[in-house]
């Protein structure tokens, strides 16, 4: 397809269990963004990347957070040792450039952790 | 305080009615301003841009005040289809920072 895709659309782990989410952004688009978006709040930014060089992740909430996008292209989101806390949608945007170009989102993936 | 702040909603209003959003942001460093619309279980959609000039697509007009800090969007002859979340939107620049920061969102309900 033509937009951002984002694999699985829902995610149910036990507590303390890896995950490992997956976006496939809009081909040639150079810019990559995952944001986190809890129950009745706006998406949060979590990380960004520039090609396969990641130059932000101040967003990223703890160090069991952990992303990369090894060919510059497909990006996956790694949460490790699972809390409740982490339950929330996954966004993956991704856009032409940092500057101009507006962000096209997935559909996200929506991570429960029982 | 967080960086941008919305009015929750919800907005409840009849079809045809002409209804207003607005919002604030606090660091005067924003560069980009952006309405998103998100339906229920759905990824947030570009609406529109957002410039100083104010700026107009069919029903919506956007404007953006950068003394005050205040963005607004006005919605004119209400859709049902117009109900939905609308995420108010800044983006900053400078080294590496492109993200997007996003308000709450307001939800608007419109009913027949």
């Known amino acids: 397809g033509a937009g951002v895709s984002q694999s699985p659309r829902y995610k149910v782990a036990k507590r303390g269990q890896d995950v490992a989410l997956r976006c496939d952004p809009i081909?040639?688009?150079?810019?990559l963004f995952w944001y986190q978006q809890a129950l009745g709040q706006g998406p949060e930014f979590l990380t960004y990347?520039?090609?396969?060089?990641?130059?932000?992740k101040s967003g990223l909430p703890s160090d069991r957070f952990f992303a990369e996008r090894p060919e510059g292209s497909v990006s996956t989101l790694k949460i490790q040792r699972t809390q409740q806390e982490d339950s929330a949608v996954y966004l993956c945007?991704?856009?032409?450039?940092?500057?101009?170009?507006?962000?096209?989102f997935g559909d996200g993936t929506r991570l429960s952790i029982l | 305080r967080k960086e941008v702040e919305q009015d929750p909603g919800p907005f409840n209003v009849p079809e045809g009615a002409t209804v207003a959003f607005n919002c604030t942001y606090s660091?005067?460093?924003?560069?980009?301003f952006f309405w998103y619309r998100q339906d229920c279980r759905k990824e947030p959609k570009l609406l529109m841009s957002?410039?100083?000039s104010g700026n107009e697509d069919g029903r919506f007009t956007a404007q953006l005040n950068r003394a005050s800090q205040y963005i607004s969007l006005l919605i004119r002859d209400s859709k049902l289809s117009d109900s939905a979340t609308y995420l108010c939107?800044?983006?900053?620049?400078?080294?590496?920072?492109?993200?997007?920061?996003f308000g709450k969102g307001t939800k608007l309900s419109v009913k027949p």
């Open positions: 945007a991704s856009s032409l450039d940092l500057v101009n170009q507006p962000q096209h």
């Open positions: 990347f520039q090609n396969e060089a990641q130059l932000d």
């Open positions: 081909s040639g688009h150079v810019s």
């Open positions: 939107v800044v983006r900053l620049y400078g080294g590496s920072q492109g993200n997007l920061i």
């Open positions: 660091n005067s460093a924003s560069q980009s």
């Open positions: 957002v410039y100083s």
